[in-house]
């Protein structure tokens, strides 16, 4: 089968597209025909040798975490699905064992491929209802749930104000409409170009990117793409008493003593799952936004793409719209 691989540790830019073998579903499992795929940092940043000495790949390493597609194949033991059901989900690589959820991990074979396998007992994949199309199904399954994480661990209250920085991704772009309609008002970073699409979202102000023009006495401030180490500038907007939320690494060790400042990552779904965001998406509360598509011959340079352009929203890439390689 085709897929999208990293021969070596190394930048997106040496990613191929290669014949490897087509994964088998073992116990607890089930093999899935990837329709289409979406790229996330972990695409990027896996190969990049970041985790090598915690987490060392195999080559050549399929990547891809977000998937959606149809169930060709399940293991024993698995009663969840059938062969034709229709999934969709988040998964990491096997190599991140460790490091994920501690009950019922997302572990799979990369999702930038032609089939994957993934395991079955997780929050994380799905059944994909008929009412979320294919694409919008692959790009919302880390987007959703790093939404609910956010939304959980913040705590929003009517009339307080936030302030999202990197508000143009994928999960920005599906945060800001949520904060609005818990009665935030939202600060959000973003380039003219992309200001009257966080505003139709539901941002009341946007600015630039450049740390002078940060508000000053947010009561929360979300990071969503500045290093976890520098963070200062951020902390400089908010209250005191005030709650600073980061979905990157790595995490600062030190910040103002008097701010709630906490890393967000949900692996086990406490916040909640897949199903969960299926339902958002479908009730029209949680928008996906796609930037970019790609066929799977393309899949290299939407991972080029995401690591050295600026994006707005998720880029997708289509595995399956013909008939399958063998």
Known sequence: MKAVAAPDYGPPETYVVADVPVPVAGAGQIQVRIAAASINPADVRLPSGAYRDVAPLVFPHVVGNDFAGTVTAVGPGVSAYRVGDEVFGQSVPRALRAMVGSTRPSLGTGSLAEYAVFEADTPLITHRPAALAVDDAAAVPTVGLTVLALLGAAAVRPGETVLVVGATGGVGTALIPLLAAA????????????????????????????????????????????PGDDL???????????RLLTITEPVAETLRHDLDARFVLDLDATFGGMREVADLVVSGALPVTIGRRYDLDGGPRACVDFARRHTTGKLVVSIFRTAPHA
């Open 183 to 226: 009665g935030a008002r939202v600060v959000a970073t973003a380039t003219p170009a992309d200001a009257a699409l966080l505003r139709s979202l539901g941002a009341d102000t946007t600015i630039g990117y450049a740390e002078t023009g940060y508000p000053s006495g947010v009561d929360l401030a979300v990071n969503l793409t500045r």
């Open 232 to 242: 200062h500038p951020i902390a400089g907007a908010v209250r005191t008493g005030g």
